[in-house]
């Protein structure tokens, strides 16, 4: 007979019959079933027989008194013929003594003691008569009629485990494990219903314990079975002395395809429900699942990830091998704080840090927000792409953001064929509004704000991939959408935005056609999409659906050339940025250059961009800028020689002496002698081919409002459309016509009228149109408005000096756009060379000038630039005084020739006109 040994219970199988452990230090130890000496207890019932009477209190008795709890047994006999070894064991009680545990479930009337035998217990003498006294009391088996509750009432039926979740889902029900299949798989009885079910402990999973041998059904012979993987025994025997044969609570928390449910199980230690989940993750012994994960709260799935992450760090059992992946980020700190200067899409931000200024790009992590396209590579938006950008445009532009970086990814970049590979490398963080509490007082989660509203998706990483520490809120936002069909979740189509893009050269006509509506709905709302340098962005209108491109009306800032960036230019494109990229701003539309860009000035909130930029000493204000024809001129003007005065930035070196404020000395320019006549703030309202323009100068422009003002009081209007007006003016009259592109009334002279279209010249500003006769107006109840009483206030006039082809030549149409790109909407002055008689127009004399800017003496003249430029020709002079201007004018033209500049691209071809 064995002498005695110590151990633990660990399982309690019926009232007769208990596993024994020893207390092993390392791995799972070796383990003793043993039947009580000499007793027999009931049998518990199956699924498909019952109880026998007591059976369930019988055990239940046995595990209570001893099941976790240190034992002394001895074997006291086996029976070989059916493998079971019999014996006495002893438990420890509260006042120190020990108890023979098989007197206890003899005195309880829980087991009877088996009569004869070749073996028996050593204290059978002593279980006879405590038998005999139970049998006297009738307590258990020796009442004379059974309890009701003696035996148990098991279910008949199989339990549907949706209807089980949908009664019980988020209670936490009590009952007892009866028995590990593995460490996150247990089989346990509920109570009171005693419902027998499977338990997947949700949101983990432990090593498997491998799969059992199956024969096979062509030859019946069984494979090999698979062994359990790594660390597996020690799990299931970690879940064995922690809930086996124990009182438990477990909440239900889902059902997979196949029907299995899952649920968190807590166990008491110290009197308090520990999560067996957090321990199994905790100790290395299991790893987080992500799609049973999803099943938890948000609580819930972050202390299985923090626990998880932990035995990561520390290398325990499973994760002995593991190897984080590198960190690939140029930055020093992974938490920083800062303002959100730039949206790059719905899952990529541009975040200037506060501890040095420095803007960087975080991707947010574990997310994909639908992509926003190329427009320039002609690739459309996903659905719902531009939604999300601007849904992170309007809640972060200009907050303040703390962010956590998490994790990087290098990209592998698009290359020329035969090209060396390249890659670019991608910071993933956590970012959360600084400034803002949830309803929980915790930051609001952008990337899970994006989740909840279908506006982004979270994505399947690989099961050794770094992901997000709040990837299983993510996971519940998007379930959450998903149930809600919201954004991409949705079954609806997505919404189609079509921007009518105005911003590019091949819209330039586009462009100017827009341009009077801009004009007259005065301030209007935009957002700039993009900034090019200092003074030049891009906006879109909203109200409008217009892209157009944009630059500060007067006012320029360092940009960058072909030869490089100009001092200061990196600083302005930052300032500007800063202060109104992605930001609702007010512009207010003045007119549009050569180019397509519309002029104008620019608020953001309170603050006016052009004051800012000039008070900050990143732009100066453009030298032909008239002060008097902008509203906050005068505010530039004094922001400019503040900056000036404080020598900031582009004013370092500022030398106020230097500066030449003279009307008229561009005479190497233009030539010219002195007392020529000379016209100052003049307006060119008008270019023709062939270098004519027509000008308004300071004292006729001052009159074009009162013109306006006397055409609205006469309240002309359309006639009607069946007879037009009575009588169309006859050719040279003068008449009131309407302007088709703003549709206001001007003065103009009728040149020719025809089958209902009537062609005029409008007189104060030099330009032609062909109109409705329904669109013209008699004049002659207006004798104030006559050209008599108000002369044209527009003046034709020609470049002296020079020969520009006509639109139909070659260079023509390039040399008008110059033109119209160095006069348009500039205040310039007007010299004039030289009066003579028209050779095409009776009574009409031809007045030859040189353009040229006052404020920059130094610079060439408009008739200079041309020449230089290859786009015009110095003429031959016919006398003296035109002479002189030639003769200032050639050492331009020979710049030209020498660079084969457009006209000279084949050499000296003048003709016998032109020099």
């Known amino acids: ?80 013929s059916i493998g079971r070894e019999f014996g006495t064991v002893y438990v420890r009680v509260a006042s120190g003594t020990q108890e023979n545990v098989s007197f206890g479930v003899v005195q309880h009337g829980y087991a009877k003691v088996r009569q004869g035998g070749s073996e028996q217990s050593p204290d059978i003498e002593q279980l006879q008569r405590i038998q005999e006294a139970a049998a006297e009391a009738g307590v258990g088996l020796w009442a004379k009629e059974p309890a009701a509750n003696a035996v148990r009432d098991l279910p008949t039926e199989t339990i549907d485990a949706l209807s089980l979740l949908e009664t019980h889902k988020g209670k936490a029900l009590p009952g007892i494990v009866e028995h590990v299949f593995n460490g996150s798989t247990v089989r346990m009885t509920l109570l009171p219903e005693y419902h027998s079910v499977v338990i997947f402990i949700a949101g983990i999973q432990c090593p498997s314990m491998g799969k059992r041998a199956s024969s ?92 998880e992450r932990a035995a990561k760090d520390l290398r325990l059992r499973i994760w002995r091998d593991y190897v984080p992946p590198p960190k690939t980020s140029n930055f020093q700190s992974d938490t920083f704080s800062g303002e959100v200067v730039e949206i790059v899409s719905g899952d990529l931000i541009v975040v200037k840090d506060n501890a040095n200024n420095q803007e960087r790009r975080v991707c947010l992590s574990s997310i994909r927000g639908p992509k926003v396209g190329n427009a320039r590579r002609d690739v459309k938006p996903e659905p719902y792409g ?163 491109a944009f630059s500060l009306a007067g006012v320029r800032a360092p940009g960058k050339t072909k030869d490089g960036a100009e001092p200061f230019a990196d600083e302005a494109l930052a300032f500007t940025r800063h202060t109104c990229l992605q930001r609702n701003v007010e512009v207010e539309i003045e007119s549009v250059d050569k180019t397509g860009s519309f002029l104008g000035t620019l ?34 003007k004094q922001a400019e020689q503040a900056a000036k005065d404080a020598r900031v930035k582009i004013w370092k070196d500022y030398d106020p002496s230097k500066e030449v404020k003279a009307e008229g000395e561009n005479g190497e320019a233009g030539g010219g002698g002195r007392g020529a006549e000379v016209w100052s703030e003049v307006q060119v309202t008008e270019v023709k081919g062939g270098g004519v323009v027509y000008v308004q100068r300071k004292e006729a422009a001052a009159r074009v409002g009162w013109l306006a003002e006397q055409l609205q009081a006469l309240d002309l209007k359309d006639a009607p459309a069946t007879g037009g007006v009575a009588e169309v003016p006859a050719a040279g009259a003068a008449c009131a016509a309407r302007f088709s592109e703003d549709n206001q009334w001007y003065r103009a002279k009728v040149e020719k009228a025809a089958e209902g279209k009537v062609d005029v010249f409008f007189v104060d500003f030099g330009n032609r149109e062909e109109v409705a006769s329904s669109r013209v107006a008699t004049l002659e109840a207006a004798p104030q408005l006559s050209l008599q009483a108000q002369p044209a206030l527009a003046e ?63 610079t060439p003249s408009v008739n200079a630039a041309l020449v230089q430029a290859g786009v015009a020709r110095c003429v031959r002079p016919r006398n003296r005084r035109i002479g002189t201007v030639v003769d200032a004018l050639k050492p331009y033209q020979e710049t030209a020739r020498a660079s084969r500049a457009n006209l000279w691209q084949y050499g000296d071809v003048d003709s016998d006109d032109e020099m």
Not at 19 to 34: F, I, R, Y
Not at 216 to 227: H, I, K, L, Y
Not at 275 to 289: I, N, P, S
Not at 819 to 832: E, N, P
Request: with cysteine; glycine share 8%; hydrophobic share 40%.
């Open 386 to 548: 531009l939604e999300a950008k601007d849904f992170l445009r309007q809640r972060l532009i200009g907050k303040k953001v703390n962010a956590s970086m998490e994790y990087s990814r290098k990209i592998p970049l698009k290359v020329e064929e035969g090209a060396e590979p390249a890659e670019r490398a991608m910071d993933f963080g956590c970012v959360t509004l600084a400034d803002e509490t949830s309803a929980d007082g915790s930051q609001p989660n952008v990337a899970e704000m994006l989740v909840t509203r279908g506006l982004a998706t979270v994505v399947r990483h690989r099961a050794d991939e770094e992901r997000a520490m709040n990837y299983d809120g993510l996971m519940l936002a998007e379930a959450k959408a998903i149930k809600s069909k919201k954004g991409v979740h949705s079954a609806k189509e997505a919404p189609v935005t079509h921007v009518n893009d105005l911003s590019g050269r091949e819209a330039t006509q586009k462009a100017r056609q827009f341009l009077p509506f801009l004009q007259r709905v005065g301030r209007v709302s935009a957002i700039v999409e993009v900034v090019l340098s200092g003074h030049r962005m891009k906006l879109h209108v909203p109200k409008e659906n217009v892209m157009v």
């Open 216 to 307: 096979n059904a062509d030859t019946g012979a069984a494979p090999p079975a698979e062994g359990p993987e790594p660390y597996a025994r020690e799990a299931k025997h970690f879940c064995e002395c922690k809930v086996l044969h124990r009182e438990v609570r477990v909440v239900l928390e889902g059902v997979d395809k196949y029907q299995n449910l899952f649920g968190t199980l807590y166990h008491p230690e110290s009197g308090e429900p520990v999560d067996l989940a957090e321990q199994f993750c905790r100790l290395g012994l299991a790893k987080v699942v992500d799609w049973s994960a999803a099943m938890l709260g948000h609580k819930g799935i972050e202390k299985i990830r923090l626990a």
């Open 796 to 858: 034709e006039v020609l470049l002296a000096g020079i020969k520009v082809p006509s639109l139909e030549e070659d260079f023509g149409y390039e040399a008008a756009e110059m033109l119209s790109d160095l006069v348009m909407g500039q205040t310039l002055a007007v010299r004039v060379e030289m009066r003579e008689k028209s050779e095409t127009k009776r009574g009409h004399d031809n007045v030859l000038v040189t353009i040229y800017d006052p404020a920059t003496p130094t």
């Open 603 to 636: 608020q953001v909130g309170k603050v006016k961009l052009s004051q800012a930029l000039l008070e900050a000493g990143l732009a100066s204000l453009h030298p032909m800028f008239n002060v008097e024809r902008s509203p906050i001129g005068h505010e530039l």
């Open 1 to 80: 007979m064995s002498g005695w040994l110590n151990g633990v219970v660990k399982a309690v199988h019926s009232g007769d019959c208990i596993t024994v452990m020893s207390k092993a230090t390392q791995g799972p130890p070796p383990e003793k079933t043993l039947t009580l000496s000499s007793l027999i207890a009931p049998r518990l019932g199956r699924a498909d027989n019952r109880d026998e009477p007591y059976a369930w209190e019988s055990r239940e008795f046995l595990r209570r008194t001893c099941i976790g709890r240190e034992v002394v047994f001895r074997v006291d006999y086996t029976v070989p």
